[in-house]
Structure formats: C-alpha cells, structure tokens
C-alpha cells in the first residue's frame, strides 16, 4: 500500500512539474495608464509581438495584472506594452528600460514586477533627439544570436523631400548616439551634428544605431575571447550587420549600398569590433571610425589581425584617442599606444598613410563629451573622399513590389510584364539562398516551402540592376 502511495505521489508531482508554467505578476501601474488599457508582454516566448492577442494580462483590480506563460526552459526576456512598441514601459524617468529577464527551468515561477513608467506618456521616447531620427524597430530580430535588439534610424534632414541616396554609417552602442534620455553618460549628438553640416553644404548620410546588448555587450563586441571578461561572439555579431541588417536597410531606404560609401564606428569596445569588421568584411567597409579603442581586452591579437588582412581597396580608417585616457600605473597611456600598433599593422597589411588619419588630443577622456565633440570631424574625415551620385547608373534598378505580402504558399512580381524575363533570388536573413533562378513576369513563385519568418528578394530584368524587397512568411 506504501508502494502504491508513493508512486501515486511520484505520479502527481511529475505532472505539476508538466505542466509547470511562469506567471507575471503585476503590482503596480502607473497612475496615467489609460483607463481599460489593454497590457501585453512581449518577449522571446512569442517572437517579440507587441500587439499579440493571447499575451493579454488578466486584470485584477487596482492596478494589478497577471499572466501565466509557458516559455522554453532558459533565460526569457520581456516587457510590457500596451499594444505596440511607441506605448513600451519605460525606466522611472521615462527613458528606455532594458529587457526584463529572468531563469526558468521548467518549475512554478512566480515573478512580481511594477511598470514604472509608460514611454509615450512621458515624453521618453523623444527625449533630446532630432525629429529626423526614428526608432527603425525596438526588436529588430539577430537570426545569428537569437536574440533582439533596438535599432535607430537617423535620416538626413531632405530625405523625404528629395530623390537622393546617401552613404551609411553603422554606429555602435546606439543608446549613446542621439538621445540623453537613453545614453549612459551624455549622448554623442550625432543627430545635431550631422544636420548642422548637411546645412553647411555636406550631402548627409544615413546612420544606423544598433543598440549595445547590455549584459551581452563584451560578448558580442569581440570576436576574441577575454578570460576575464568574455567576447567570443564577434563573428555573429558582425554576421547580422552585413547579412541580416545591411541587406534591410538598403532595401527600404535610399542608401548607396557599395563599399565606397559604407562604413562603420564606434567607441572603446563599439572600436574594437568596428576595426575588426572593418578588416575582416573589407568588401562591406571601406571606412571605419575608431575612437577610444579597447583593443587591451585582446592583447596583441587586433593588431596581427589586421596585418594578416592584406587591403583589398581604397580604404580610410580614423584613430582617436584622448591624452587622459586610462593609464597603466606610471605607464604611458595604453590606448594610445594599442592604437598605434593597430595602425602600424594597417602599413604592414598594404594600407598607404594616406587612408588613415591618427589623432591624439590632450584634453581627450574616455567619455561621451569627447567622442561627441569629435564626431564631426571624424565623420568629415572618412567621408572626404566621397563625390556626390551626380548620375545614376543607365541600368536602372527594378522597383520590387511583392504581392500578396506576407506570403503563404506563392506570390507574384507586380508591375513586369508577364512575357518579360527576370532573374530573382530569395535570401533568408540568416543568409540562406532559398531559390536562384528565372522566370517570366507573369509567373507565380512557389513560397510554400519557406519557414516562417523574413526574407529578402532580388530581382533584375536582363541587363539591369538587382532591385531588393523585403517578403515576410507566415
């Protein structure tokens, strides 16, 4: 009879443990949520979805919520929004609130949380930044970490009132770049600075903010591994830049996609892995931006990667570094002297003195102020070289209109000719190619075997140039 007992008990917690589930438990709201405001949680268990349905939390009565979820065992990230991402929870001053995290390992979890603020109700999400910077996605998906990220669209000041197409710059640590609000100690003003001189006569250019990971910031900022410290995700990390985010961006914006007219930047570790981008992708950059560079967590390893790149093009990279910058007991400053051997390796890797511009100022901290101040002249520096598109190609590009969009099992090319033949590609954002072929303008495409999720469409008539769309699975 013990036996029985026991196993029937052994039985009864197996299943509570099947059947265990993570419940969020809202305490408090802030005193200006609308009345009969819906709030949803969205997080890594449903692909980020602000406005998902079944992520509803129930209300309880004076301003408290709840909701059970059954997330995959490990780290789960989320927040709340009342149904899309301009209506996000914010920090206590209204400003961006990094993802809420917490372990789950399959057992009964209850977690309680209080929503400080809401971001659009307190003029968190405008903060200090130009009206001509947007937050392109505040999820925007990384296929190569599994993981999201916040992503900012800085558009010069006639973008939408002219017909041209700009270089891009990929800037690092984007919280830092455009808005107090979001910025760890003082933000770059990258947003002033780029208008005042496309006002001044400068052709502008687009710049992307990809967001620092927070906790996966070391990680992800170097390819190398630091005992102490971490890294070891370098390499992924660069994977979404140049295959899921740039393949993006020029195919919704108006960008000059060649390497001539791309580059990339950062600071301390947004350095480190800019300058290792910029020497290991050589056919994506052609200009990289190197302030402050924490080329110590490495060693010696960034300056003999560099030598073993040998240069592929016409290339221009700017070293900055501050006279006050962290010294090494009676030692002369180390991030000068780091970045100085970078640059020596540039010479050694084919680099002419002229493609690199190396700049120490006696004032110079390891500090937002400074790289703020300095921004200008180092953007006015990589892009010297760059002559205006005065003439577009003959061969104009096809404008890409995919229908229906999303997709299920077949779309169609609108706007071609159904006896005009055209070569297309489909490219999963993990840089899979899904089709490599052609057809006539009328014909369907078979899209029932795509997985859910984003894809990227080429397509030329014969003899032109590729045109890029964006197609989304179901």
């Known amino acids: 009879m013990q036996k029985k007992l026991l196993s029937l008990a052994i039985l009864l917690v197996n299943s509570l443990f099947a059947f265990a589930q993570l ?44 909701i059970t979820l059954s997330p995959p065992n490990g780290t789960v990230e989320f927040k709340f929004t009342r149904g899309n991402w301009a209506t996000v929870e914010g920090n206590a001053s209204g400003g961006q609130l990094p993802n809420r ?11 309680n949380i209080t929503i400080l603020t809401w971001e659009d109700l307190t003029g968190g999400n405008n903060g200090t930044a130009a009206p001509n910077v947007y937050i392109l996605d505040n999820a925007f998906y990384i296929p190569q970490l599994n993981r999201n990220r916040r992503i900012w669209l800085y558009l010069p000041p006639d973008y939408q009132t002219s017909a041209k197409k700009y270089p ?32 001044q006569g400068d052709w502008g250019c687009i710049v992307v903010g990809i967001d620092n990971g927070g906790q996966y910031r070391l990680d992800e900022y170097s390819p190398w591994i630091n005992p102490q410290y971490g890294g070891g995700q370098g390499d992924e990390y660069v994977e979404f830049i140049v295959n ?10 108006r960008t000059l996609p060649g390497r001539l007219t791309t580059g990339i930047a950062g600071s ?37 990667h560099v030598a073993t790149h040998p240069k592929q093009g016409t290339a221009r990279v700017y070293f900055l570094s501050g006279a006050d910058e962290e010294a090494d007991g009676n030692q002369s400053n180390y991030v000068v002297q780091d970045m100085q051997t970078v640059a020596n390796a540039m010479t050694t890797a084919g680099f002419s003195p002229g493609e690199k511009s190396f700049n120490v100022k006696s004032d110079g901290q390891h500090s937002e102020w400074f790289w703020a101040r300095e921004f200008p002249d180092a953007y006015e520096w990589l892009f010297a070289d760059f002559t205006s598109p005065t003439n577009e190609p003959s061969r104009a590009s096809l404008a890409l209109e995919i229908f229906p969009n999303p997709a299920s099992t077949w779309v169609r090319f609108a706007g071609i000719d159904t006896a005009e033949k055209i070569d297309f590609q489909i490219i999963g954002s993990d840089g899979k190619r899904w089709r490599d072929s052609t057809l006539r303008g009328g014909d369907p495409v078979w899209t029932g075997d795509l997985p859910a999720g984003f894809y990227f469409v080429k397509a030329r008539k014969e003899g032109g140039e590729w045109g890029v769309a964006r197609l989304v699975r179901q």
């Open 23 to 66: 419940t969020l438990n809202v305490t408090a709201v802030p005193a200006n949520t609308p009345p009969g405001a819906n709030i949803h949680v969205a997080g890594t268990f449903n692909n980020w979805d602000p406005s998902d349905a079944t992520k509803i939390l129930t209300p309880l009565g004076g301003g408290k919520y709840s």
């Open 101 to 111: 995290t917490t372990t789950y390992n399959g057992q009964p979890k209850t977690v």
């Open 168 to 199: 891009v710059l990929y800037m690092q640590d984007g919280q830092n770049l455009f808005d107090d609000n979001t910025s760890f100690s003082g933000e770059w003003k990258v947003d002033e600075s780029l208008n005042l001189l496309q006002a």
């Open 244 to 253: 899921t985010l740039k393949p993006y961006i020029d195919a919704n914006y």
């Open 268 to 304: 301390s570790m947004g350095a480190l892995i800019s300058m290792y981008a910029f020497s290991e992708r050589q056919d994506i950059f052609s200009k990289a931006g190197i302030l402050s560079p924490a080329f110590w967590f490495a060693g010696g390893t960034p300056a003999n």
